[in-house]
């Protein structure tokens, strides 16, 4: 099986090849280190170093407090972290600068893995959530490289989506030394697809040990102060297409009964920012761009947000949050951004990536489930009349938060043992 896939992987080599160029064409920086890809670049001389893999900006934010920790724990260990996408790699940089070594991790073909981790040589590895690489995987267990994979999830779609391919992915996660799951339906799918009973369990969400810098909320009142303090504000977050114009015939609605309010619309994703923008303006909002306007002024129904790793300062300027991938089945993105932030929450009917989470923030009464773009104009009305049920739901997350804390330190822990080769006890 790992044959089969491994000669796949190396016959699709011109499709990576040409969807790599297609990238680069969006982002130039990307283009310029493509050779990263295959494990080909310049490192500094390291051993022993702390490795950690981030796919993309969600899991860089939720990964930011556990790489903090393991600095502080192996603080003389060179810490490099890995992500797949260029938004990712901009979010490592702008967070950490110099202080961790960053590189795109290679493809999954043998020959790329080995060059990379030659380079890198490190004493473990702290994989985020739901990246499974069978050749990386199998070629760091054959070198005794220890594999923590933290924060994992697996959706029911994910699990069937492996299909023919489940026993090679059994065999990769068996590699794993341990496997930390988000929650206990995490956890069943997670041994359904093949992990060690003995070396899995339940350590809870990274993403609830989220800080939030003074710094955060100070950048989000002073937005607020240019956009006006009086005017009702909501935020429509990491939406996806099929999803924008749902959020501008809820945003109708508000304007209707809130004639001077302000959407701030977020695209998750890059190639989205143009599409949306037209919208905007063919249906006939006011409307301002964050790449060429700045900001929002007194007058400004929409404000598009066409920038990456701003988004949590537009939580903070927010009255309320809608999270996208919700509406469309995408399954949702991170709700505890804004519930940190004491925002209270939006959602559509399809969370299924997140729903140990939303469960807990709905059934707390900080989280609203709405159908569709009715029932969201008519949730975003109510809650703008209604400070007192807005500041109940804000408190109602933050106390979620507060009460599932903890992950960081049971992983520092996990990781810990591991390295020391001894059992793991959480």
């Known amino acids: 099986m790992r044959l089969l ?16 160029a297609a990238r ?5 920086r990307y283009l310029s280190r493509w050779r990263e890809r295959f494990g080909f670049f310049q490192a500094p001389e390291m051993h022993d170093s702390s490795w950690v893999h981030a796919v993309s900006v969600g899991e860089v934010n939720a990964a930011v407090p556990l790489i903090e920790a393991l600095m502080l724990k192996y603080p003389d260990a060179p810490m490099v972290v890995t992500t797949v996408t260029p938004t990712g790699s901009e979010r490592v940089q702008k967070l950490f600068g110099d202080r961790v070594f960053h590189v795109y991790l290679p493809y999954d073909l043998p020959a790329s893995v080995k060059r990379f981790l030659n380079r890198i040589r490190p004493r473990f590895a702290v994989i985020m959530e739901t990246e499974i690489w069978p050749n990386l995987f199998i070629t760091c267990r054959e070198r005794g490289i220890p594999i923590v994979v933290t924060n994992a999830r697996l959706s029911e779609r994910s699990l069937k989506g492996y299909g023919p391919v489940r026993p090679l992915a059994r065999r990769a996660i068996r590699c794993a030394n341990f496997v930390a799951a988000q929650s206990p339906l995490d956890a069943e799918r997670l041994r359904t697809l093949g992990a060690a009973v003995t070396r899995l369990a339940v350590i809870g969400n990274l993403k609830f040990d989220m800080p939030v810098p003074a710094s955060l909320v100070a950048n989000g009142t002073a937005l607020r102060d240019s956009w006006g303090t009086r005017r009702p504000v909501w935020i429509a977050a990491s939406t996806h297409e099929g999803e924008e114009l749902p959020v501008l015939k809820a945003h109708s609605a508000v304007l209707q009964r809130f004639p001077d309010a302000l959407l701030v619309l977020v695209p998750r994703h890059p190639e989205r920012f143009r599409p949306v923008l037209g919208a905007c303006r063919a249906l006939g909002f006011s409307t301002r761009v964050r790449s060429e306007d700045g900001t929002a002024d007194d007058r400004c129904q929409c404000f598009v947000v066409d920038t990456m790793g701003e988004l949590l300062q537009f939580y903070a300027a927010s009255d309320i949050a809608f999270v996208g991938g919700s509406l469309e089945p995408i399954g949702g993105h991170n709700l505890l951004e804004p519930a940190a932030l004491g925002k209270p929450v939006i959602v559509g009917p399809h969370t299924f990536n997140t729903e140990e989470v939303a469960a807990k923030l709905i059934d707390a009464k900080a989280v609203l489930r709405v159908a569709d773009e009715v029932e969201l104009g008519a949730a975003l009305i109510r809650l703008f009349t209604r400070e007192q049920e807005r500041s109940a739901m804000g408190q109602a997350a933050q106390h979620v938060l507060e009460r599932e804390r903890g992950a960081v330190a049971r992983t520092v822990q996990i990781v810990e043992q591991v390295v020391a080769g001894q059992p793991v006890t959480v």
């Open 5 to 20: 896939y491994t000669l796949t992987m190396y016959l699709m080599t011109p499709v990576i090849l040409y969807r790599l």
């Open 24 to 28: 680069g064409l969006r982002y130039r």
